[in-house]
C-alpha cells in the first residue's frame, strides 16, 4: 500500500475572479511505506501548499489525494499522520508537557497512554529539562523541537514536515536527522520538505524538485546523481612522459601536483579503462575520484530547465 | 473526547486574556460602585444598585464576548496554532463547538461570579435579593451565549474587528426589534407589513432575555417564560454554530 | 446543490421554530400598546435602544427629576419639565412603582396637575396589580385636589378598596377606608398625609411636608384670628388695622408667629390673612392658569387674548381668584407670561 498518493493534485487561487498562476500544477506522486522522501523546490515553489493539501488545510482545485488509501478529505485520512508545520505554534500559555497532552487527548489517549508518551517524547527530544516551562519563553529550535514531539504523539505511521531542520542550530540538525533515520529503522515513512540541500543529501530515499508549481524531476537520489557524472578524477603516480602522452587522448584535462598527476576523463569506465592501461605500464593508483554533481548543481539545472 | 479537548485548552487559553481582567476589574468597581448613585435616590437605593449591578452584568458579558469571541478562531488561523490541531483526524465542526464550548464556560463562570458579587453586596447592605433577580442573570447568560455563537460564526469569517462592529451592531439592533412587532399597524401596505414581520421573526431578540427590570423591582417571573426564552435563545444559537462550522468547513487556512 | 438544499432545510427548520417560540413569549409578556408610539415616539425608541439597560436609564432619570423638582422647589416654583421627565422614567422603567407614586405626588401637589397624575398612576396600575401605594394615592388626589367635585369620594372609597385588596396596604389605609365611610374632615385627611410623608428617608419629602404642615396651622391660626377680629369689631365697632390690634386687646395671645417669614395682616373686610398661605395658593391658582395658557397655546398655536378666553373656550371651568384681595392676575398676551 503506498502511504501518499496523488493525482493531478491542483491548487489555483482567484484575486477578483481572475485566475492567478497556478501555486500547484497537477502533482502526481507516489509514495511507498518506509520511505524517506524529500521534496525540494525554492520558495514559493508549492512545497507548503501541497502539504497543506494533504493535511486537508487547504482544498485542491483539481485532483486527488490518498494517504494509505483514504482520500484525504475525510478524517479518517489524518489518523496516521504526524504533521510538523514550518515555524510551528503553539498556545503560548502551555508548558511542553500540557502541549503534548493537549494532543494526546485530540489523539483520544487515555490518561496513563498520554503520560507514558511524554516520558518517550520527552527523552527522545531532550524536554525533560524545559518540561514545565511556558512556551511563550521558547527559542525557535526548543519550538522545533516541541513541534516534531506532537507530531509524534500517537505514534502515527506516516510523518509529514514541512522544512524540519528550518531554525536549527548544527547540533539541532543531527539531532533530527537522527530521528528521521531512526524512524525510518522503525518502518516509518517520512515525507518532509526542505530547500536545505545538504540535509536531503544525507537522509533522503528519494527526491522531488518543484519547480514553480510543478513536479519536474523524482527519482532515486543515487540513480538521479549517478547519470550525471561530470567528470572522474584519476590520480597516479610514477607516470612517466611516454605514459601521460598516451593517456592525454582520453582526457580532457591533465595536471600535475605533489600527490601525482592528474587525469580528468568523462566516465566512469573511461576512468577504469585509464587505471588499468597505466597499472599495465607500472603507475601506481592513488585516488579515483568520480565528481558526482552534488544535489546542488542538479537543483540549479532543474531550475532553468523549469524556467522559460 | 476531541471538542472537550479543544474547549478545555480555549478556556485556559481566555482566562489568561488580559482584556478578561480589565473588563471584569471596571464590572467590579461598577457594582461596588452601584451604592453612590443609589444614594441620592428616595429610598430607591437598593433598586437603583439593582438595577446598575444587572446592567453591568450585561453589559461587560457581552464585551468579553464580542472580543474574546471575535479573536477566537481568527487568532488560531492568524497564529497558526491551528494547523496542528486540524491534522489530526479532528472535523473542523468539532473545533468550532470545542471553542464555544470553552468560552461558554468562560461566560458561566464570569457571569456566575458578577452575579454573585453583586447578590453579596445588596445583601450585606441591607436590601433582598429573591428569584426573580438569579433569573435575570440566568437569561442575561444565555443572552451571552447567543451573543457569543455570533461572534464565532463572524470569527470564523472575518477579521476580528470588523467582527466584534457587526456582532456589535447586531446587539444593539436586536434589542430594539420590538419596535418591528409595534410599527406593522400603522402600514396599511401589505406587503411592507409582511416584510416587517419577516424582519421580527428573522432578526434575534434579545429584548427576550431582558427581564432586569422585573428583577430590579422585584416583579416575580414566571419560569415558564424563562424556559421559553431559552429555548429560544438555544435554537437561534445552534443555528448559527452550524453556519459557523459549514463556513469554517471548506476554508483554506 | 445538495449543501445547499441542506442549509436552506436548517435555516427554515430554525427560524420556522423560534418564530412559534417568540409567538409565545410575546403572548407571555405584558407589553405597551402599539398606538402609543405615535404620541410619544420618544420614550419608546430610548427604550429600544438602551440595548437591555433601560432600568438604568429610568434611574437616572428620575434622580434627574427629583434633583430637578427640589431646585425648583425651593426656587422659583415652575415646574414646566416636569410632567414629561416623569413620563420618561415611568415608561423606560414600567415596574418602578415608586417613580409613579411620587411623580404623581408632585404632579398634583405640586403642578396643580391632577390628570396628569391620575393618568400617570392608573398607566402604573396596570403594570404592577400588587402595589397598593398606586390606587392610595389615586385616592388622595380625588380627596386633596378635587374636594368639590360630587364623584370624588366615590372615586375615593374605590380605588382605596383596590389599594386594601392587593392585600400589602398598611393600617392607615384601613382607617382611611373606615373614616370615609363615616363622613370625613378634609382638613385633617390632609394633614395625615403629609405627617406621614414626614417619616421618609429623603429630605425633599421630608422638608415639603414639613412645609404643608406649617401652613396647614397658619391656615387654621388665620380662621382663629379673624374669629378675633370679629370679636374685636364687635367690642370696638370697627375692625382692627393690624394683628397686633388684637394682641394688644388681649384677644391673641401669644401673638403669631409665621416660622416661614410670612406676616399676618387684616385684609379690608376684616378677615385676618396669612401671606404665607396666600402665596401658596397664588402659585397654585397660577399653575393652573398657566396649564390652561400653555394648552391653549398647543390647541390654537398662539398665546390667548385674555384669561377669560381660556374660561370661554372650555380649557379651565371658571379663572381662579388672586388670591390677595387687592390685587389681579397681570396677564401679557405678547408672550404669555402671567405675574
Known amino acids: ?308 | 473526547m476531541r471538542v472537550f479537548a479543544v474547549a478545555q485548552n480555549t478556556f485556559r487559553e481566555s482566562v489568561r486574556d488580559k482584556v478578561l481582567y480589565v473588563l471584569l476589574f471596571f464590572a467590579v468597581a461598577t457594582i461596588f460602585g452601584s451604592k453612590a448613585i443609589g444614594w441620592i435616590s428616595i429610598g430607591q437605593d437598593i433598586k437603583v444598585m439593582k438595577d446598575i449591578c444587572l446592567a453591568a452584568v450585561l453589559l461587560f458579558g457581552v464585551l468579553i464576548a464580542i472580543f474574546v469571541g471575535t479573536t477566537l478562531v481568527h487568532k488560531e488561523i492568524d497564529k497558526r496554532t491551528l494547523y496542528t490541531i486540524l491534522a489530526r483526524p479532528m472535523r473542523r465542526y468539532e473545533f468550532i463547538l470545542g471553542k464555544y464550548a470553552g468560552l461558554s464556560a468562560l461566560l458561566g463562570l464570569v457571569t456566575a461570579l458578577m452575579t454573585g458579587a453583586a447578590a453579596l453586596y445588596i445583601l450585606a447592605l441591607g436590601g433582598s435579593v429573591d428569584l426573580v433577580f438569579f433569573q435575570a442573570a440566568l437569561l442575561i447568560y444565555w443572552e451571552l451565549l447567543l451573543v457569543t455563537a455570533f461572534a464565532i460564526l463572524l470569527s470564523s469569517l472575518t477579521s476580528p474587528i470588523l467582527g466584534a462592529m457587526i456582532v456589535f451592531s447586531i446587539f444593539v439592533i436586536g434589542n430594539g426589534t420590538r419596535i418591528l412587532a409595534d410599527l406593522p399597524q400603522q402600514f396599511d401596505d401589505i406587503t411592507g407589513r409582511r416584510v416587517l414581520e419577516l424582519l421580527y421573526y428573522v432578526l434575534p431578540n434579545f429584548s427576550n432575555f431582558n427581564i432586569l427590570r422585573e428583577a430590579a423591582n422585584g416583579v416575580a417571573v414566571s419560569g415558564a417564560y424563562v424556559a421559553w426564552a431559552m429555548l429560544y435563545g438555544t435554537i437561534y444559537a445552534a443555528f448559527l454554530l452550524a453556519a459557523a462550522s459549514v463556513a469554517f468547513e471548506r476554508k483554506d487556512v | 446543490m445538495k449543501r445547499f438544499a441542506a442549509i436552506l432545510l436548517a435555516a427554515a427548520a430554525a427560524f420556522g421554530s423560534m418564530a412559534a417560540v417568540q409567538h409565545r413569549l410575546d403572548g407571555l409578556r405584558a407589553h405597551e400598546p402599539g398606538d402609543e408610539l405615535l404620541y410619544l415616539p420618544n420614550e419608546n425608541l430610548l427604550e429600544h435602544f438602551t440595548a437591555g439597560m433601560s432600568g438604568v436609564v429610568a434611574d437616572l432619570l428620575w434622580i434627574r427629576c427629583l434633583l430637578y423638582t427640589g431646585e425648583h422647589f425651593r426656587g422659583d416654583h415652575d415646574f414646566t419639565w416636569l410632567n414629561h421627565m416623569v413620563d420618561m422614567a415611568t415608561r423606560l422603567d414600567p415596574y418602578f412603582v415608586d417613580a409613579h407614586r411620587y411623580g404623581g405626588v408632585f404632579l398634583a401637589m405640586l403642578k396643580a396637575d391632577d390628570d396628569a397624575c391620575i393618568r400617570l398612576l392608573k398607566r402604573g396600575m396596570a403594570n404592577n396589580p400588587t402595589s397598593w401605594e398606586l390606587p392610595y394615592e389615586i385616592a388622595m388626589t380625588y380627596l386633596l385636589n378635587r374636594p368639590g367635585q360630587p364623584d370624588s369620594p366615590i372615586q375615593a372609597a374605590k380605588y382605596l378598596a383596590i389599594a386594601i385588596e392587593t392585600g400589602n396596604a398598611p393600617r392607615f389605609v384601613l382607617e382611611l377606608a373606615e373614616s370615609l365611610q363615616r363622613g370625613h374632615n378634609l382638613v385633617d385627611l390632609e394633614r395625615d398625609m403629609w405627617e406621614s410623608m414626614l417619616q421618609s428617608d429623603d429630605a425633599l419629602l421630608r422638608d415639603m411636608a414639613e412645609r404643608k404642615l406649617i401652613l396647614a396651622e397658619l391656615r387654621i391660626a388665620c380662621e382663629n384670628l379673624s374669629k378675633a377680629a370679629r370679636a374685636y369689631a364687635a367690642e370696638h365697632g370697627k375692625p382692627p388695622k393690624t394683628v397686633e390690634d388684637l394682641a394688644d386687646a388681649g384677644l391673641v395671645t401669644p401673638p403669631p408667629f409665621d416660622p416661614l417669614g410670612g406676616s399676618f395682616f387684616v385684609s379690608e373686610d376684616g378677615r385676618v390673612l396669612n401671606s404665607s398661605v396666600l402665596d401658596e395658593e397664588v402659585e397654585r391658582a397660577r399653575g393652573i392658569l398657566k396649564g390652561g395658557i400653555d394648552a391653549f397655546k398647543e390647541r390654537n398655536g398662539r398665546w390667548p387674548a385674555s384669561l377669560d378666553v381660556l374660561d370661554k373656550s372650555g380649557i379651565l371651568d371658571e379663572i381662579p381668584p388672586q388670591p390677595y384681595p387687592e390685587r389681579a392676575w397681570h396677564y401679557d398676551a405678547n408672550d404669555g407670561s402671567l405675574l
Open chain 1, 1 to 308: 500500500m503506498q502511504a501518499i498518493v496523488t493525482r493531478e493534485l491542483s491548487k489555483s487561487y482567484t484575486r477578483l475572479g481572475r485566475p492567478l498562476p497556478a501555486s500547484l500544477d497537477k502533482l502526481n506522486l507516489a509514495i511507498s511505506e518506509n520511505e524517506v522522501f524529500g521534496f525540494l523546490g525554492r520558495n514559493g515553489a508549492g512545497k507548503t501548499t501541497s502539504i497543506k493539501l494533504l493535511c486537508n488545510l487547504l482544498r485542491p482545485t483539481a485532483g486527488q489525494a490518498a494517504i494509505f488509501g483514504n482520500d484525504t478529505r475525510l478524517p479518517e485520512a489524518r489518523r496516521h499522520v504526524g504533521y510538523l508545520p514550518e515555524n510551528p505554534y503553539f498556545y503560548e500559555y502551555l508548558t511542553p508537557r500540557e502541549t503534548v497532552d493537549f494532543y494526546g487527548k485530540l489523539e483520544g489517549l487515555n490518561a496513563p497512554a498520554r503520560k507514558k508518551e511524554w516520558d518517550r517524547l520527552a527523552e527522545m527530544f531532550n524536554l525533560g529539562g524545559i518540561q514545565n516551562q511556558r512556551v511563550r519563553t521558547f527559542s525557535k529550535g526548543m519550538r522545533q523541537r516541541l513541534g516534531f514531539a506532537v507530531a509524534l504523539v500517537g505514534d502515527p505511521p506516516l510523518l509529514i514536515l514541512d522544512e524540519p531542520m528550518s531554525g536549527l542550530d548544527p547540533l539541532g540538525r543531527r539531532l533530527f536527522r537522527e530521528i528521521i533515520l531512526k524512524l525510518r529503522d522503525e518502518k516509518k515513512t517520512i515525507f518532509f520538505s526542505s530547500h536545505v540541500l545538504s540535509d536531503v543529501e544525507q537522509i533522503c530515499d528519494r527526491v522531488g524538485i518543484l519547480v514553480k508549481g510543478r513536479l519536474m524531476v523524482e527519482g532515486r537520489l543515487d540513480k538521479l546523481l549517478e547519470r550525471r557524472v561530470q567528470l572522474v578524477e584519476v590520480i597516479l603516480r610514477g607516470v612517466d612522459k611516454t605514459l601521460e602522452d598516451s593517456l592525454i587522448g582520453q582526457c580532457s584535462a591533465v595536471r600535475r601536483s605533489e600527490a601525482g598527476t592528474h587525469f580528468f576523463v568523462t566516465s566512469l569506465d573511461a576512468g577504469n579503462e585509464l587505471v588499468r592501461t597505466a597499472m599495465q605500464c607500472g603507475a601506481t593508483l592513488v585516488e579515483f575520484n568520480p565528481v558526482r554533481e552534488t544535489l546542488e548543481d542538479y537543483f540549479m539545472h532543474s531550475q532553468e530547465a523549469g524556467s522559460p
